[in-house]
């Protein structure tokens, strides 16, 4: 579960078995900073940007899904 520290946003609970890739993603240009790009095989994105430490949350979110069994959606 991804969880904001503003009592104002949303809680995000994405089971790890529907997630097929995960991406470092950011652009200056378009004001996307540090985000990662969760894409899921049920035709939806998630775009998490303004992340404090992208890249320990991009190693755990690997960890996490090396240690799924693979499951064809």
Request: with cysteine.
């Amino acid at each position: 579960m991804l969880t904001s520290q503003d009592q104002d946003e949303v809680q995000v609970v994405i089971p790890l078995r529907m997630v097929q890739c995960v991406e470092k993603t950011g652009n200056k240009q378009n004001e996307i900073n540090n985000a990662l790009l969760i894409t899921t095989g049920v035709k939806s994105n998630f775009l998490f940007t303004d992340l404090f430490d992208q890249n320990t949350m991009l190693i755990k979110l690997a960890d996490m899904l090396g240690q799924q069994p693979d499951i064809r959606l």
